[in-house]
């Protein structure tokens, strides 16, 4: 069993920026993939980016840019960092890892962009 803990959110201004961390209780090294999603009051969650094992990535038009995606395997961590902060960013943020053909999330960490 897999345990994620996602820790950094806050609250930021506009143009800010927040990093984003991801823990994972043992070895992230044979993930298939691990990934950030988000989701704000009265949306559905919605996929902002991806890490593969290889260290490919790829990312959602609205964050592209702005956000980058690392994973580090002998920390057993991934990172989200975001720059460039808009108050549509404004969601709770999860960690998803997929370990074989098992799926793993975190509780979720809120971000708030606000003036």
């Known amino acids: 069993q897999v345990q994620l803990v996602e820790s950094g959110g806050g609250l930021v201004q506009p143009g800010g920026s927040l990093r984003l961390s991801c823990a994972a209780s043992?070895?992230?090294?044979?993930?298939?993939?691990m990934e950030w999603y988000r989701q704000a009051p009265g949306k559905s969650r919605e996929l902002v980016s991806t890490?593969?094992?290889?260290?490919?990535?790829n990312y959602a038009d609205s964050v592209k840019g702005r956000f980058t995606i690392t994973r580090d395997n002998a920390k057993n961590t991934v990172d989200l960092q975001m720059n460039s902060l808009k108050p549509e960013d404004t969601a709770v943020y999860y960690c998803n890892a997929l370990a074989d053909t098992n799926f793993y999330w975190g509780q979720g960490t809120q971000v708030t962009v606000s003036s």
């Open positions: 890490i593969f094992r290889g260290g490919s990535t």
């Open positions: 043992g070895s992230i090294f044979s993930f298939v993939k």
